[in-house]
């Protein structure tokens, strides 16, 4: 157990729980990878797809006893939530890019999670094992992205290392900071993406230079928030949230959590995203939200 948040403290959800991960990276480093189950092992996946594809990878739980700082306004206060992290594999004729890292693999080693006030973190399959699983290991992934830099986002991101670093360029800014490098363990977790190969954008950026996958700029959760727009030839277009909305809710009622760096940006971007989805037709995915996560397919099934 960890020393308490309180529900009505302003929070930057990067930094949740990580005072407990000192102790559990011990237990990690005794604990082997996690290795592909022969009895549900899938076939490797090609490294030429003819046509992209989208999988869907789950990368832990958030299980939230008062959801009271998800919106400034009080919307959820005394509510109690179950929510996904999901991360998302593209993979396109050109290259592989990741999109958000989730929670780190680390916490996979406490069975029963990790709790910290409001939250209990839970990790049931670790990132580097599900990808391995379908044969696309970090090492291999040529591009990397993120919505923003908070905790439930980086988690894993120094296992991208190797990759090409796509990322809005306040969003980077923020990331490498003076004050970010103050929270040592914080910053542990994605500091290598530091002398990664990197590409900023401003307002967006397509991955592949065919209007494939497109990240688009949507600040206000934090400085350099971004959104990623899948267009696949059977399943149309998908639109990914990032945390510009935790929940369904949120979407509809347009709620601000209490520790976005700017309101107003943040509900700029609202209308920015409601517009997008609107002009592409997009399939719009909160990445937090459960009933969402459990409409998709889940490697080494896709979209595609």
Same mark, same amino acid.
């Given at each position: ?61 958030? +299980?939230?006893?008062?959801? &009271? ?25 050109? &290259? ?8 780190? +693999? ?6 029963? &999670? ?91 950026? +397509? ?98």
């Amino acid at each position: 157990m960890v020393p308490l948040l309180s529900p009505s403290r302003t929070i930057d959800m990067r930094f949740l729980i990580l005072p407990s991960l000192a102790a559990l990276a011990a237990a990690a480093c005794a604990k082997a990878p996690e290795a592909p189950a022969k009895e549900d092992a899938a076939p490797p996946i090609e490294r030429t797809v003819d046509a992209m594809r989208l999988y869907v990878m789950d990368c832990g739980r958030i +299980d939230v006893s008062n959801m &009271g700082v998800f919106d400034r306004g009080g919307a959820y206060e005394g509510q109690a939530r179950s929510m996904v992290d999901s991360c998302y594999l593209v993979r396109h004729p050109k &290259g592989d890019l990741m999109w958000d890292a989730g929670m780190p +693999d680390s916490i996979n080693a406490a069975p029963e &999670g990790v709790v910290d006030g409001v939250f209990k973190i839970t990790v049931p399959k670790t990132l580097q094992g599900q990808l391995e699983r379908i044969g696309a290991p970090p090492a291999a992934i040529e591009f990397f992205s993120i919505s923003h830099s908070h905790f439930d986002h980086v988690g894993n991101a120094n296992l991208f290392k190797d990759a090409t670093f796509i990322v809005h360029e306040k969003e980077r800014e923020h990331m490498f900071r003076e004050e970010a490098r103050k929270d040592a363990q914080a910053f542990s977790g994605y500091a290598d993406l530091e002398a990664a190969k990197n590409t900023t954008f401003a307002d967006s950026y +397509d991955v592949f230079g065919d209007g494939k996958a497109i990240i688009v700029a949507m600040p206000g959760h934090t400085p350099g928030h971004s959104v990623l727009l899948v267009n696949l030839e059977h399943s149309g277009p998908i639109l990914l949230s990032g945390d510009l909305y935790h929940l369904a809710a949120a979407r509809e009622n347009k709620t601000i959590p209490t520790f976005n760096t700017d309101a107003d940006e943040t509900l700029a971007s609202m209308e920015k995203f409601e517009q997008l989805a609107r002009d592409s037709g997009a399939r719009v995915i909160i990445q937090h939200e459960t009933a969402d996560f459990e409409n998709l397919p889940r490697a080494p099934a896709y979209l595609d």
